[in-house]
C-alpha cells in the first residue's frame, strides 16, 4: 500500500460468548488522514469491529479477543497499554446522540477536564476550537450554559463531534452517526466529516451506502464477522473483486 | 341491542373497592383533622411566636412556660448530622453496589442492607443504650454520653439502609449511553462514575437525602433510648429532647395545658414531614420526568 | 507522543475512591454483622423456657414474656385481617375501577402520605381517633387498628405492582366472554396477583413486629397474660405490651438488660425469618411474572 498504514489489524478473532463468534480473521491496514466506511448487512460484526479499534468492546462482559490490533505501531491488547490513553487518541461518535446531561460547555470540557485541564482560559479556547471544529458554535456561542438536552438532534450529534475533538484525538471513530438524523443533518455532519479529514483519520460505520461512496475514500465490505473486501471506494462500487461484494452492493441482500 | 343492568354482587363490589380507595383519603383527612383539633389549643394559648421561638419548656413549673425551640433545633441539628454522615457513607456504598462491585458481592451485601432496615428501631436504641453511650463517654471523656451526638450516630445508621437502596435505584436507572460517551473520552470507570453518573442521578440521589430526613426528624424510640430527654438547646454532647421524644417521654404523664402543648408539638412536626414529603415527591416526578 | 500511562494524580485519586467506595460497603456489611452478633450473644443465653411460656412474676421473681409474645401475635393478625381487604380493595379500585385521573391522584397521594407519617404521629392520632373518639380506650383493638392504617401503604402499593404485572390480555379475554367486572378481577386478575398480595403481608407483618412508637399510646405497655381469645371484652379492652414496647419497658424503666437482650434477639431472629420469605415470595413473584412474559 502507498500510504502509511495508521491502525493496522492482523488475524483479528472475537467472540461475544464461546459459541458465539463476532470476527473471523479480519486482516485491514487504515490509512492516515483518509475516510475509511465500513459497510455490511446488519449484524455483519461492523459495529463491532469499530469497537474493538477503541477497546469499547472490553466493557461486553464475557468477551474474548484474539490477533493483534497496531496503533502507530504499539499493540493496543497489550494488558501494559492504558485504555484511557487509547480511547484519547481514538474518539468516538455513537449512533445516539448522546450529551450528558449538563450545559453545553461542560460537555465539550468534560474530556479535557477529565485529562487534567482545569485553567479556565485554556478551556475556554478547547471548548471553542471544538464546538467551531464540530461546525455548531454559530449555533451555540450564545447558550453554552445552557442544558445540552435542548438542542435538537442534529445539534446534539454536532456536539458530542466537539466532545470527541476536544481531547484532540487522533482517530476519530463513528458508529452510524447520522442513522438517527434527518435529511439536512446527515448532509451538515457529512460535509463536517470531509472537513475533518483534513486532520483526522476517520474511520465511519454505516448502512447507507449512498453516504459510503459520497464520503469515503476507501471502503470495507464486512459478512458474517469476515471481511470481504477492503479497497478504494470507487473501485469497490464500481468494480467489486468478489462476488458477495457485488451482490450487496446491487441490492440483492442486505 | 338492550343494555344488561349490572348483576346486584358486581355493583356491591365497585362500590366496596370505592370505599377502599377512599378510606386511605378518609385516613389522611381525619389525621389531619385531628392533629390540628388537638394541637391547636395550646397554639392559641401560648401563641405561635412564644411557641416556636420560647427557648424555655418547663410544663410542671409553676409558672409552666411552653417554648419548643429546643426540641426544633435539636430536631433540625439531629436531622443534619445524620445526614451529613450517612448520607456520604450511603452514597458511596449505593455507588459500589450499582457500579463498582462484583455482581456476587454486590448480590451479598444488597440483603445486608436490607436487613439493617428490616431492625426494629428499639433494638437500635437498645444497643445504642447499652454500647454506643458507654463508648461515647469513654472516648469524650463525658459524665454521660447520652446526648445529641449518640443520637445523631444512631439516627446515621438508622437512614442509611433508605439512602443506599434509593440511591442505588437511580444510578441503575442512568442511560449506559452516558457511561460509554464518557469512557470513549478516555474517562476511567471510577472517573465515569463520579462525574456523569452520579450527576446524571442527582434527583434521584436528593430524594434519597431527603428520605432520609423525613426518617431522622420522624424516629422516636431509639433516639429517646440514647438523647438524655432533658429540655437543654442543642449541644453536640449535651442530652437534648427531640420532637419526637417529647411526645413519646412526656405523653404518659401529661394534662392540662401540658398534654395540649404536646400535641401541638406533634402538629408542628407533622407539618415538617409534610414539607419533607412534597418535596420528596416533588423530586421523584421530576425524576420519572 | 504523550505519555502512555494514566497520569500519576489521576491514578491516586481513582485508587483513593475505590477504597473509599469499599471501605463504606465493608462499614453497612460490618455494622449489620456487629449488631447482628452483639444481640444474639448477648441475648440468646437469656431466651428459657420459663422466658418463653410464663408471665413475670414480681412475687416469685421471674421473667416472662408470654403475654407479649402473644400480644404480638395477635396486633400482627389483627392488623393484617384489617388491613388486607382495605389495602387490596384501594389497590383494585386504583388499577381496575379508577376511571377519574384526579380521584387516582387523590388516592395515590393519600397513600404516599401515610407512608411518610412517622410512627409517634401515628401513635398519637390513633389514640385520639381510636382509643378516645371510638372509645376504645388503650387496647390491643386500638393498636391493632393503628398499626393497619400504618401499614395500608405498604398493601396497596405491593398489590398494586403485582395488579399491573397481569397482562392486559386476561383481562380482554375475560371481559370478552362476558364476565362481569368482579367476576373477571376474581378469576383472572387476582389468582396471579396473590403473590404480590403475600408479599405485602409480609412487608406489613415485619413492619408491625418491628413497630413500638405507635403502640406506646394506643395498645399501652400491660405486660400480663390476657386471655384475649376468651373473651371480646378482653380483646377490646385490654392494654397490652407487644414485644417491642416490653423491650423499651425493660431496658428503659426496669433497667432489666438480660431481658431486654433476649427480647432483641428474638426479634432479630423474627426480623430475618420475615425478610427471607418476603425474597423468596418476590423470587417467586419475578419467576412467575418471567413465564407470563415468555
Redesign the interface.
Known amino acids: 500500500m502507498s500510504e502509511p498504514a495508521l491502525l493496522s489489524v492482523r488475524n483479528l478473532e472475537l467472540w461475544y460468548a464461546p459459541a458465539v463468534q463476532a470476527l473471523r480473521g479480519v486482516n485491514i491496514d487504515l490509512p492516515e488522514r483518509q475516510v475509511t466506511a465500513l459497510i455490511g448487512p446488519s449484524g455483519c460484526g461492523k459495529s463491532t469491529f469499530l469497537k474493538t479499534l477503541d477497546r469499547m468492546c472490553d466493557l461486553v462482559p464475557g468477551v474474548r479477543v484474539s490477533g493483534s490490533v497496531r496503533y502507530?505501531g504499539?499493540e493496543i491488547y497489550d494488558p501494559c497499554?492504558?485504555v484511557?490513553?487509547l480511547r484519547?487518541q481514538i474518539g468516538m461518535v455513537f449512533q445516539k446522540p448522546t450529551p450528558f446531561p449538563m450545559s453545553i460547555y461542560d460537555n465539550v470540557a468534560y474530556g479535557p477536564r477529565t485529562?487534567?485541564v482545569r485553567d479556565r482560559p485554556r478551556l475556554d479556547a478547547v471548548v471553542e476550537r471544538s464546538l467551531r471544529g464540530a461546525a455548531i458554535w454559530d449555533e451555540v456561542k450564545d447558550r453554552l450554559k445552557k442544558s445540552a438536552l435542548a438542542l435538537s438532534g442534529g445539534q446534539q450529534q454536532r456536539l458530542c463531534i466537539a466532545r470527541a475533538l476536544a481531547v484532540e484525538p487522533d482517530v476519530l471513530l463513528m458508529d452510524e452517526a447520522t442513522s438517527a438524523l434527518d435529511p439536512i443533518s446527515t448532509s451538515k455532519i457529512e460535509e463536517l466529516i470531509a472537513a475533518l479529514k483534513q486532520r483526522y483519520t476517520i474511520v465511519i460505520v454505516t448502512h447507507n451506502m449512498q453516504q459510503a461512496t459520497r464520503i469515503s475514500d476507501k471502503c470495507a465490505f464486512f459478512l458474517a464477522g469476515e471481511l470481504i473486501e477492503f479497497g478504494d471506494t470507487t473501485q469497490l462500487f464500481s468494480l467489486p473483486r468478489d462476488k458477495r461484494t457485488e451482490d450487496y452492493i446491487t441490492g440483492r441482500f442486505g | 341491542m338492550m343494555r344488561r343492568t349490572?348483576?346486584p354482587?358486581?355493583r356491591l363490589?365497585?362500590l366496596?373497592?370505592?370505599?377502599?380507595?377512599?378510606?386511605?383519603?378518609a385516613?389522611?383527612l381525619?389525621?389531619s383533622l385531628?392533629?390540628i383539633l388537638?394541637g391547636v389549643p395550646a397554639l392559641r394559648e401560648t401563641g405561635l411566636p412564644d411557641f416556636l421561638l420560647g427557648r424555655q419548656w418547663s410544663p410542671t413549673a409553676q409558672r409552666p412556660e411552653f417554648g419548643i425551640a429546643p426540641f426544633l433545633l435539636t430536631s433540625v441539628y439531629g436531622a443534619a448530622g445524620a445526614v451529613l454522615l450517612g448520607a456520604?457513607?450511603?452514597l458511596?456504598?449505593a455507588?459500589?453496589?450499582a457500579k463498582?462491585?462484583p455482581p456476587r458481592l454486590a448480590a451479598a451485601?444488597r440483603?445486608?442492607?436490607?436487613?439493617?432496615s428490616?431492625?426494629?428501631?428499639?433494638?437500635y436504641?437498645?444497643?445504642g443504650?447499652?454500647?454506643l453511650v458507654p463508648a461515647v463517654r469513654r472516648c469524650f471523656r463525658l459524665p454521660d454520653g447520652a446526648g445529641l451526638f449518640s443520637a445523631i450516630l444512631v439516627l446515621a445508621?438508622m437512614i442509611?439502609p433508605s439512602i443506599?437502596s434509593v440511591s442505588e435505584a437511580a444510578l441503575r436507572a442512568v442511560p449506559p449511553e452516558y457511561e460509554a460517551a464518557s469512557l470513549a473520552l478516555g474517562a476511567?470507570q471510577?472517573?465515569t462514575v463520579?462525574r456523569v453518573t452520579l450527576p446524571a442521578a442527582s434527583g434521584g440521589v436528593a430524594a434519597s437525602v431527603v428520605l432520609g430526613v423525613?426518617r431522622a426528624?420522624?424516629?422516636?424510640?431509639a433516639v429517646?433510648?440514647v438523647a438524655g430527654n432533658a429540655a437543654n438547646m442543642p449541644s453536640l454532647f449535651k442530652s437534648v429532647k427531640f420532637l419526637?421524644t417529647a411526645?413519646?417521654s412526656e405523653?404518659?404523664y401529661s394534662s392540662g395545658l401540658h398534654r395540649q402543648a404536646l400535641?401541638s408539638i406533634?402538629l408542628v412536626?407533622?407539618f415538617f414531614?409534610?414539607l419533607?414529603?412534597v418535596l420528596?415527591?416533588r423530586l421523584l416526578k421530576r425524576k420519572g420526568g | 507522543?504523550?505519555?502512555?500511562?494514566?497520569?500519576r494524580?489521576?491514578w491516586v485519586?481513582?485508587c483513593i475512591?475505590?477504597l473509599?467506595?469499599?471501605?463504606?460497603?465493608a462499614?453497612?456489611?460490618a455494622?449489620?454483622?456487629g449488631?447482628?452478633g452483639?444481640?444474639l450473644l448477648r441475648g440468646l443465653p437469656h431466651v428459657t423456657w420459663q422466658l418463653l411460656f410464663t408471665q413475670s412474676s414480681v412475687l416469685r421473681g421471674t421473667r416472662g414474656i408470654l403475654p407479649n409474645l402473644l400480644n404480638t401475635l395477635y396486633v400482627v393478625l389483627a392488623a393484617l385481617a384489617l388491613v388486607l381487604?382495605?389495602?387490596?380493595?384501594?389497590a383494585?379500585?386504583?388499577t381496575?375501577?379508577?376511571a377519574s385521573p384526579r380521584?387516582v391522584r387523590?388516592?395515590e397521594?393519600?397513600?404516599?402520605?401515610?407512608a411518610?407519617?412517622?410512627?409517634?404521629?401515628?401513635?398519637?392520632?390513633g389514640m385520639?381517633?381510636f382509643c378516645q373518639?371510638l372509645g376504645l380506650g388503650t387496647s390491643l383493638l386500638a393498636g391493632s387498628l393503628t398499626l393497619a392504617?400504618m401499614t395500608?401503604?405498604i398493601v396497596?402499593r405491593t398489590t398494586q405492582e403485582s395488579l399491573k404485572s397481569v397482562p392486559q390480555s386476561y383481562r380482554e379475554g375475560a371481559l370478552g366472554l362476558g364476565s362481569?367486572?368482579?367476576?373477571m378481577?376474581r378469576t383472572v386478575v387476582l389468582p396471579p396477583a396473590m403473590d404480590g398480595i403475600v408479599t405485602g403481608c409480609i412487608l406489613s407483618a415485619?413492619r408491625v413486629?418491628?413497630?413500638?412508637?405507635a403502640l406506646?399510646?394506643t395498645a399501652g405497655m400491660g405486660m400480663s397474660l390476657n386471655r384475649f381469645f376468651a373473651s371480646w371484652e378482653n380483646f377490646a379492652h385490654s392494654s397490652g405490651a407487644t414485644l417491642?414496647?416490653a423491650?423499651?419497658v425493660y431496658?428503659?424503666e426496669r433497667a432489666d438488660?438480660d431481658t431486654?437482650?433476649a427480647i432483641?434477639a428474638l426479634?432479630?431472629l423474627f426480623?430475618?425469618a420475615?425478610?427471607f420469605t418476603a425474597?423468596w415470595a418476590g423470587r417467586r413473584l419475578r419467576r412467575r411474572k418471567g413465564e407470563r412474559n415468555e
Not at chain 2, 16 to 25: E, H, K, P, Q
Request: hydrophobic letters at 60%; proline letters at 4%; a positive charge.
Open positions: 502507530r504499539k497499554v492504558d484511557t490513553w484519547k485529562h487534567g | 349490572p348483576r354482587l358486581e363490589m365497585g366496596f373497592f370505592s370505599a377502599c380507595g377512599l378510606t386511605a383519603v385516613f389522611v381525619l389525621i385531628y392533629l388537638a456520604p457513607i450511603g458511596l456504598c455507588v459500589f453496589l463498582t462491585a451485601v440483603p445486608a442492607v436490607e436487613l439493617l428490616g431492625i426494629p428501631s428499639v433494638v436504641g437498645l444497643v443504650m447499652l454500647v445508621v442509611l443506599v476511567t471510577i472517573e463520579f423525613g426528624i420522624g424516629e422516636a424510640m429517646l433510648m419526637t411526645i413519646a405523653m404518659s400535641f406533634a412536626l407533622f414531614i409534610m419533607v414529603n420528596l415527591n | 507522543m504523550s505519555t502512555q500511562t494514566l497520569s494524580a489521576r485519586r481513582g475512591l475505590r473509599l467506595l469499599c471501605l463504606s460497603a462499614l453497612v456489611c455494622l449489620l454483622a449488631l447482628t452483639y444481640i381487604p382495605l389495602g387490596v380493595g384501594a383494585i379500585y386504583l381496575e375501577y379508577a380521584l387523590a388516592v397521594f393519600a397513600a404516599e402520605t401515610l411518610g407519617i412517622p410512627s409517634i404521629i401515628y401513635g398519637l392520632a385520639l381517633l373518639l392504617v395500608l401503604p396497596i362481569g367486572k368482579w367476576h378481577i415485619g413486629v418491628g413497630e413500638s412508637a406506646l399510646f417491642t414496647v423491650l423499651y431496658a428503659k438488660f431486654a437482650f432483641a426479634l432479630m426480623t430475618l420475615l425478610n425474597k
